[in-house]
C-alpha cells in the first residue's frame, strides 16, 4: 500500500479506538501523476489568493504523458485549483491537464493549460 493512501486506514483504525499515532509512518508523497483531461464546469470558479477554485466532472481522462500515472477517473467530481486567476464559467467543457500534489495529511487537485471548448 503506497504511503499516501495509509490515511484512510488509520482514521478508520482511531474511529474504533485503536491507537495509531506511534503507528503513524512519516508524510509519503502522491506518486508524480499528470492526466490530460476534459471535464464540465459545475459550479462557477471562485476567487482563492491569486487564483480559482472550480468543481469539475471529470468526462474524459487519460495520462499526459508515458511513465506518469493518471490518478483521476472519468465520471469522478473534484475541487481543483488554477493558478491563472482567468474566472472559469459554469457548464463550459474545458480541456486541461490535472496533477493531484500532496501528501499524507492532504492532497489538492491543480489545474494548468486550460482552454474552453
Known sequence: MTPWRVLPVMLVAAAAGIPVAA???PPGPVPANASQIT????RDS????????????ILKAHP???GLESLI????EVEAFA???RAIPV???IE?????????RGVRWWLSNFQYR
Not at 471562485?46 to 466532472?57: A, W
Not at 486541461?96 to 499524507?104: S, Y
Request: no cysteine.
Open 96 to 104: 486541461a491537464t490535472i496533477e493531484l500534489t500532496g501528501d499524507t
Open 83 to 85: 493558478k491563472s486567476g
Open 39 to 42: 471535464a464540465r464546469v459545475l
Open 91 to 93: 457548464g463550459k467543457v
Open 73 to 76: 477517473q472519468p465520471g469522478q
Open 23 to 25: 503507528q503513524m509512518p
Open 46 to 57: 471562485v476567487p482563492v489568493g491569486e487564483g480559482v477554485q472550480v468543481r469539475l466532472v
Open 64 to 66: 499526459f504523458k508515458p
